[in-house]
């Protein structure tokens, strides 16, 4: 399991290959990576989190993952501060034996991702500047699980 | 304790972390006594519904103890992913 914040863009290609790589266990990889959305006027992302919470509930999310499903291995990473559209936001990559729990897995560490995180959106656009507002079907999408 | 805020609680209030000395018993009496501060604090506080609460940097309810806590953070609802 390895958990990533970091501001910096990452190698998505490095990453996916590097993931679960020589483990002949694992017959299945899933990954799912979050780009910034070049919605109408919009000229920059910034990402706001909470230092040290952060990584805790991306841990915690990973754990809760790994506890419901026969994973290999966990991957999540996530950046902050400013992006532009097209650049991408985070990943997160799971493994498991089969792909029902590799998609599963990855779905339910997406749906926590989005409500349970401390991150923040706010867009930059050329008609002003507004935080993203959460949408009640990310927090229903919990209920899911 | 530290108390911090984020996103627009941060710019409404307009400041990241503060120290705070406090006998509130639980959050929400902490709120009720930032609010009585200043009116950029009860302008944040207004709608408790759309704001979240973290304390010592696990997602908790207004009516959470506050006995021994370091740190409590305010702001609205999370937008990962």
Same mark, same amino acid.
């Given at each position: 399991?390895?958990?990533?914040? /970091?501001?910096?863009? &990452?190698? &998505?290609?490095?990453?996916?290959? =590097?993931?679960?790589?020589?483990?002949?266990?694992?017959?299945?990889?899933?990954?799912?990576?979050? *780009?910034?959305?070049?919605?109408?006027?919009?000229?920059?992302?910034?990402?706001?989190? !909470?230092?040290?919470?952060?990584?805790?509930?991306? @841990? /915690?999310?990973?754990? %809760?993952?790994?506890?419901?499903?026969?994973?290999?291995?966990?991957? *999540?990473?996530?950046?902050?501060?400013?992006?532009?559209?097209?650049?991408?936001?985070?990943?997160?990559?799971?493994?498991? =034996?089969?792909?029902?729990?590799? &998609?599963? #897995?990855?779905?339910?560490?997406?749906? !926590?991702?989005? #409500?349970?995180?401390?991150?923040?959106?706010? %867009?930059?656009? =050329?008609?002003?500047? #507004?935080?993203?507002?959460?949408?009640?079907?990310?927090? +229903?999408?919990?209920?899911?699980? | 304790?530290?108390?911090? !805020? &984020?996103?627009?609680?941060? @710019?409404?209030?307009?400041?990241?972390?503060?120290?705070?000395?406090?006998?509130?018993?639980?959050?929400?009496?902490?709120?009720?006594?930032?609010? +009585?501060?200043?009116?950029? !604090?009860?302008?944040?506080?207004?709608?408790?519904?759309?704001?979240?609460? =973290?304390?010592? /940097? %696990?997602?908790?309810?207004?009516?959470?103890?506050?006995?021994?806590?370091?740190?409590?953070?305010?702001?609205?609802?999370?937008?990962?992913?």
């Amino acid at each position: 399991m390895r958990i990533v914040v /970091q501001a910096d863009p &990452f190698d &998505f290609g490095a990453e996916a290959a =590097a993931f679960a790589e020589g483990r002949d266990d694992l017959g299945a990889v899933v990954t799912f990576t979050g *780009v910034v959305r070049g919605d109408a006027a919009l000229e920059r992302m910034e990402i706001e989190h !909470y230092p040290g919470m952060t990584e805790k509930a991306l @841990e /915690q999310i990973a754990a %809760e993952a790994v506890r419901r499903w026969d994973l290999g291995d966990v991957l *999540v990473i996530h950046r902050y501060g400013p992006m532009r559209p097209g650049e991408r936001i985070m990943m997160v990559a799971t493994a498991a =034996a089969h792909r029902e729990a590799a &998609f599963d #897995s990855a779905a339910f560490l997406m749906d !926590y991702l989005k #409500s349970r995180a401390p991150f923040w959106k706010k %867009e930059h656009a =050329a008609d002003g500047d #507004s935080w993203v507002a959460a949408r009640a079907a990310d927090e +229903a999408a919990l209920t899911r699980w | 304790m530290d108390v911090l !805020y &984020f996103a627009w609680v941060r @710019e409404r209030i307009g400041l990241p972390r503060e120290r705070v000395d406090t006998s509130a018993a639980t959050v929400a009496d902490l709120v009720a006594e930032l609010s +009585a501060r200043e009116e950029r !604090y009860a302008a944040a506080f207004a709608d408790l519904a759309a704001l979240r609460v =973290a304390v010592d /940097q %696990e997602l908790a309810d207004f009516d959470a103890p506050l006995a021994g806590v370091r740190e409590v953070a305010f702001f609205p609802p999370m937008t990962g992913g």
